[in-house]
């Protein structure tokens, strides 16, 4: 009897507690949805997703290819300027740990200004004319950031670096797409960069009242196009007719190979006054990692970019920017020479373009010639035929194909489909971007893997 009570009670004791656990969790259910709901991300970021880069960086961790997917050089960067920052970082003077000024450390603002002032045809105001910036992708920020309300149209040409759509969609603009369209040559070369152009009715066609700004990248990431003084003269004008801010990212504006030449639209007539021009430490001295850009325009239109970096950034970082203005001041000394670094890197890096166009074409793959930056793009579908696309679950086939290729021939490249927009993705799918700015032993390693995919 006394049995039967005990396991009664126990019965009962566990139906309770089970009660209570299904309450518990029921609770903290409706807790975690309500605290999921109200600190979800707020509706002007809409709808965010992973960037390409923190996807492929990761695959790169976890499948160790050999990866000529990310934009940087894999040797090290001109000696002198390591040395500038080693030497720096040794100084006992309190000045190069702390604080610099907030709108750009005073002697690297002064070098920048000297250098641009020659490169822009015009004197160049250092305290009101020029910010630096944590790279060239702050600058980016405030310029757009500082200049879009909602509802302004902003004309982004594709492809384009993957920043520019969602920082417009943050600032509450409209992007206005137009691509970059390929005429294949008639005379059966190989497709240069220079093949790429815009329809101009259909860039006329975007232009109205509603427009605020127009996003330029000379020369283009990731096609490497260099524009031509007649399209930019043609970007300019529909500028000055509609009373259009252009926001030109040019921090590849060193690696021109010739015969082309890279023109600076602000110097174009009456462009100085609606022109942001950005560039980069980073793409400048081969130092991605140092993370250091800077942004020049008219003392109205760099107001509105101080309000936003002093509200959000405040100031750089004191030791980078000193060494770097070691480097601009010893680059200004041999500017045009052979011994300058800005003379030296395109040269260096055509060679290896030339050999990765040439180990590309021989695998069966279709590359295009950049004229400018140290991106190359692959027509990869001759050999679609070698790929399981139904490995992956994405969407876009150069997803498919690079993720595909990332784990299984051990050779990484970035998706081109990331650089458009959502109507024009299709334009990029049969490419892939491979960067050569990397050791000769690593691109011949990546024609030996592609080699011994082909014949597999």
Partial sequence: MLKTVTNLYRSRLCKSHENILKMSTKVASSNNSAIDKKFALPSRYGESKESVWTEYIQLAIDYKPLNLGQGFPDYPPPQYIMDALAKVSNQSDYMFHQYTRGFGHPRLVAAITKLYSKLLGRGINERTELITTIGAYEALHASIMGHTEAGDEVIIIEPFYDC????VRYAGGIPRFIPLRLK????GRLSTSADWA?????????????????IINNPNNPLGKVFTEDELNHIADLCKKWNVLCISDEVYEWIVYKPNKHIRIATLPDMWERTITIGSAGKTFSVTGWKLGWAICPANLMKNLQTIHQTSIYTGVTPIQEACAVGFELEMERLGTDECFFVSLPKELEAKRDFMAKFLL???????????????????TPLEGKIDLN?????????????????????????PSAFYGPDNKKLGENYIRYCFIKKDENLQKAAEILKKWRDS
């Fill in 184 to 187: 294949e040559p008639s005379d």
């Fill in 391 to 415: 490995s992956e679950n994405d969407p876009e086939k150069d997803y498919r194909a690079t993720k595909w290729m990332t784990k299984n021939i051990g050779l990484q490249g970035i998706p």
């Fill in 164 to 167: 520019y759509e969602p920082l």
């Fill in 362 to 380: 021989d695998v069966g793959m279709k590359p295009i010639i950049p004229e400018g930056g140290y991106f190359m793009l692959a027509d990869w």
């Fill in 198 to 214: 815009l329809d101009k009715d259909e860039l006329e066609s975007l232009f109205n009242e509603k427009t605020k700004s127009i």
